[in-house]
């Protein structure tokens, strides 16, 4: 099936510094997500992306959290800086529709120390 | 404030009977509802989804019965198999389908 590719899988920095996690959505998909699940618990979402501007956003998703997809390369999640409730695993979605189906990705494990 | 709860939080059934696990949820705005399960060190994947139009959704052995005066819904899963052993989340979404509020997850273990 479509898959959505995540870059890198792994991430361990310093808390203060800044992150880019990098998403190379499904190619025709028009809607792309953030979701942050912590190690056992249920996935919480964070933003959606759709025509180059954030849709909707949760509580979670923090000042220090941004979002971008510029010219239709990777579909990117920033946080800066970093604090260590930030560790978790961030999973990236798209889907090519808002009510179509949400392909997720291999998820980043970010570690904050 | 958890917008969609989900159990039981951990289930075991023997292998061929029929699992069911159950949501509930506060919002009347929400009109989407996807059950999804995740495998161990996986991403989640979409199983099966219903829009309230219907009180019922089939896809082979996966069920979803919605009931929306009493705000619940409930997957059910016939003759389970040892391969259905992984963590089941519901979730629901309002007008848009896009922002997902999640259940805890319910882990679902089939014993041969």
């Known amino acids: 099936g479509p898959k959505v590719l995540q870059i890198p899988s792994h991430q361990i920095i310093d808390m203060g510094q800044m992150v880019t996690l990098n998403c190379d959505p499904v190619?025709?998909?028009?809607?792309f997500y953030w979701y942050k699940q912590i190690l056992g618990q249920q996935m919480e979402f964070l933003v959606n992306?759709?025509?180059?501007?954030?849709?909707?956003k949760s509580k979670l998703f923090k000042d220090q959290f941004s979002v971008e997809r510029p010219d239709g390369s990777y579909f990117t999640l920033k946080i800066q800086p970093t604090a260590l409730e930030d560790s978790a695993v961030y999973f990236c979605?798209?889907?090519?529709?808002?009510?179509?189906?949400?392909?997720f990705g291999p998820g980043t494990r970010l570690t904050v120390l | 404030q958890q917008q969609v709860r989900q159990s039981p939080q951990s289930l075991t059934v023997w292998e061929g009977e029929t699992a069911i696990l159950n949501c509930s949820y506060e919002?009347?705005?929400?009109?989407?509802f996807p059950w999804y399960h995740q495998f161990p060190g996986e991403s989640p994947a979409l199983l099966i989804a219903?829009?309230?139009?219907?009180n019922k959704k089939e896809d082979g052995r996966f069920t979803i019965f919605f009931n929306k005066r009493e705000k619940k819904f409930s997957l059910h899963i016939a003759d389970s198999q040892p391969g259905d052993s992984a963590t089941y989340f519901c979730?629901?979404?309002?007008?848009?389908?896009?922002?997902?509020?999640f259940g805890t997850g319910t882990k679902l273990q089939v014993v041969p």
């Open positions: 979605a798209s889907s090519w529709d808002n009510y179509a189906e949400q392909f």
């Open positions: 190619s025709n998909h028009l809607y």
């Open positions: 992306f759709y025509n180059g501007k954030v849709m909707e």
């Open positions: 919002d009347s705005t929400f009109d989407y």
């Open positions: 219903i829009r309230p139009v219907s």
């Open positions: 979730a629901a979404s309002a007008n848009s389908g896009t922002y997902q509020r």
